[in-house]
């Protein structure tokens, strides 16, 4: 079985920064994508952020300049970086890897518990 467990969340104000993290544990055999979600209050969940096993990226227009994902293959870890927040990033950001636990098995998405991020004005 995998586990994501994310952290880093808080509370900032705005024009502040954050990390946040997300690990994969248990049976790995490969990551492929990773990527990062968010949900406000009352919205659906938007997506953020990605990165490639090859360490391409793509960004949500709405983050981008501001946010910068990457990740650690040892770790199986991926990181979100955001800057310059705002107060409509204020969401419960969940993290997603694509995993493959054997070589004869497909890959399949595990996402993250979620972690809390506000960002007063």
């Known amino acids: 079985q995998v586990q994501l467990v994310e952290s880093g969340g808080g509370l900032v104000q705005a024009g502040g920064s954050l990390r946040l993290s997300c690990a994969a544990s248990g049976t790995i055999f490969s990551i492929d994508v990773m990527a990062w979600y968010r949900q406000a209050p009352g919205k659906q969940r938007e997506w953020v952020a990605r990165?490639?096993?090859?360490?391409?990226?793509n960004y949500a227009d709405s983050v981008k300049g501001r946010f910068t994902i990457s990740r650690d293959n040892a770790k199986n870890t991926v990181y979100l970086q955001m800057a310059s927040l705002k107060p409509e990033d204020t969401a419960v950001y969940y993290c997603?890897?694509?995993?493959?636990?054997?070589?004869?098995?497909?890959?399949?998405?595990?996402w993250g518990q979620g972690t809390q991020v506000t960002v007063s004005s």
């Open positions: 997603t890897q694509f995993v493959r636990v054997d070589i004869r098995s497909p890959e399949r998405n595990y």
């Open positions: 990165i490639s096993s090859a360490g391409i990226t």
